[in-house]
């Protein structure tokens, strides 16, 4: 196929990606959306095989058949609470893509200007971090590799040093090979030119996706996701620069936007900045500090019998869902209990905060895939006023996000991040395992208030029992 | 690549950016996890990339099992199965989620 209607065809695929991502901002059109994009992507795929550039065939096909069957299994298996870490490992094979991309046209002919070459190593350099990183985080979030922040001593110097040597590397590669050659063998490490220094920036990018993420605790998950994700994107955007197309760089810097604003998000809904975040080891200090000076904390529990008579005597209840629902997989009982509420003409309503659960949005999927009618799933800033007119508030695996130090204690290693203001419901109920501290390390003295109630037990099966209770009264 | 193509590209970069900010920050906090599926699946348009690797090249100098080969063919063929499961697996996982949503 000629060069230039290549180019206006994959012109069309960025116009159909675009259109795509629009439509995914309203839940009607989002479906439809997701579909516009996919075709999009059919249509650029295709194009490509008409390429005159490419003459052989068989890898190409034993390749998509491959990937494409591996991809499917995946999609269609993975339960929805294990979302966030697929979209971890999808990102990392994206991201992997594009690092060997950019090797395999180093390799096909060393590039001929200096910004070919710059391309390429920044396609490397965050075409690596991605792939390795996004499977840490897979690990993380699967439970292969520990959810606690690993922290060790000369941490970030040693991270520091790594990239700087990276760095000096691609500088080396973007030089001509004569004077690099020069320059290197002076201090006898010749053997790193040309391929070579390319093959040791690729081990060093990966050795960096692994470093960066293993210092930074499970429940600052959404943030690294929403980072990789912008990553993969730009992976995407410099293997455009390297090739010399526009497809490449306009999808890349799409995703790339698209994961940098979700990141902002949550370190705002967080009060941390993506430094703090970045830099990791966080709730991993505070757990001593905080339990010597807090006074000791006296709870009330409360029982199903107890509980499901109180709530049989409620007109507005709001459910404020967390990690825990997800662990315990309580998605269904807890529409089940809304339904069970609402023949009671009980108005039943979820407050969502934006960095509950792994992964940006990770409640509200998991309620959908319940069954919950999304117009009864309420942003934090929507529903926050709503707590003083609620007759319970019942909050289930949720923790550091409802937790009143963040407004009352400058001392607290969360003062600041805005919470769900719980504590203003005339009842609270907080379903809980055991009196862990959340992931903050931090005692949550919520816990202590008098219009709180402990209701301790798995979710799944405390919400089994309540429901029980509710159906014998 | 000229230089002048170089500077179009970065325009294009730049300009595809800001469009970018504009489009999701519309997206509402409810669609956060699809979005994300999704945008993720479009970041596999690497695949573009790695047919042209895996297909283009004339050199033999990788034999596999008997399979001649070049080492950036081979390079592009791994490329392509990892943007492939990006691909197939974003979009499938995106409309399972999608799918669900729904209102009373």
């Known amino acids: ?473 | 690549m000229t230089f002048h193509e170089l500077i179009l590209l970065f325009t294009v970069f730049v300009l595809s950016i800001f469009l970018g900010f504009e489009l999701i920050s519309k997206v509402p906090p409810i669609l956060h996890t699809p979005l994300m599926s999704g945008s993720n699946a479009i970041s596999g348009i690497t695949i573009v990339g790695s047919l042209v690797s895996a297909g283009s090249s004339l050199d033999v100098n990788v034999n596999l099992f008997g399979y001649q080969t070049s080492v950036s063919s081979l390079l592009g063929f791994i490329a392509i199965i990892f943007a492939t499961i990006n691909v197939v697996g974003g979009y499938l996982v995106t409309d399972r989620m999608t799918r669900m949503f729904k209102k009373k």
Request: one cysteine or more.
């Open chain 1, 1 to 473: 196929m000629n060069q230039d209607i290549l180019i206006i065809i994959y012109l069309i695929s960025s116009a159909l990606f675009i259109f795509g991502i629009k439509q995914l901002s309203s839940v009607k059109t989002a479906r439809q959306g997701n579909l516009t994009s996919a075709i999009g992507m059919l249509i650029a795929i295709i194009a490509t095989l008409f390429d005159q550039k490419i003459v052989n065939f068989e890898l190409i096909i034993i390749g998509l058949i491959v990937g494409a069957l591996i991809g499917a299994i995946f999609a269609l298996k993975v339960e929805m609470t294990a979302m966030p870490q697929m979209v971890a490992l999808f990102n990392g094979f994206g991201g992997g893509a594009s690092l060997l991309v950019a090797v395999a046209d180093y390799f096909k002919e060393s590039p001929s200007e200096v910004y070919i070459a710059v391309s390429i190593f920044l396609s490397v350099l965050i075409g690596g971090v991605t792939f390795t990183g996004s499977l840490i985080a897979f690990g993380k979030l699967q439970g292969i590799v520990t959810e606690k922040a690993v922290v060790y001593k000369f941490q970030h110097p040693i991270n520091l040093l790594l990239l700087i040597i990276t760095i000096v590397a691609g500088i080396f590669l973007s030089m001509d090979q004569l004077t690099t050659s020069q320059i290197l063998s002076g201090i006898g490490l010749d053997i790193f030119v040309g391929e070579n220094l390319l093959i040791l920036i690729t081990i060093l990018s990966l050795i960096i996706g692994v470093l960066i993420v293993i210092p930074i605790g499970g429940a600052d998950m959404p943030v690294v996701i929403s980072l990789l994700n912008s990553y993969s994107g730009l992976a995407a955007a410099m293997t455009g620069f390297v090739l010399g197309n526009a497809v490449l760089i306009i999808t890349g810097s799409l995703v790339g936007a698209s994961g940098i604003i979700l990141t902002n998000i949550m370190c705002k809904s967080m009060n941390r900045s993506l430094l703090n975040v970045m830099l990791g080891g966080f709730g991993s200090t505070t757990a001593s500090k905080s339990q010597a000076g807090a006074k000791e904390i006296v709870i009330k529990e409360v029982g199903s019998e107890e509980l499901a008579m109180m709530l049989d005597g409620a007109s507005n209840v709001i459910i404020v869902p967390g990690y825990g629902m997800a662990v315990a997989q309580a998605q269904h009982v807890v529409k089940e209990l809304m339904d069970e509420l609402e023949k009671r003409n009980v108005n039943v309503r979820f407050a969502i905060h934006p960095v509950a659960g792994r992964m940006p949005g990770h409640m509200n999927v998991l309620l959908a895939e319940a069954a919950v009618p999304y117009d009864k799933l309420y942003e934090m800033d929507q529903i926050n006023d709503e707590f003083a007119n609620c007759d319970v508030a019942i909050v289930i695996g949720a923790n550091d996000v409802v937790n009143p130090a963040a407004r009352n204690n400058p001392n607290s290693p969360i003062y600041g991040m805005p919470i769900l203001n719980v504590d203003k419901a005339k009842t609270v109920v907080v379903i809980k395992r055991s009196l862990n501290p959340g992931y903050a390390g931090i005692e949550n003295e919520l816990f202590g208030y008098p219009n709180c109630l402990m209701y301790f037990g798995d979710a799944k099966q405390a919400i089994s029992k309540l429901i029980q209770e509710l159906k014998e009264l």
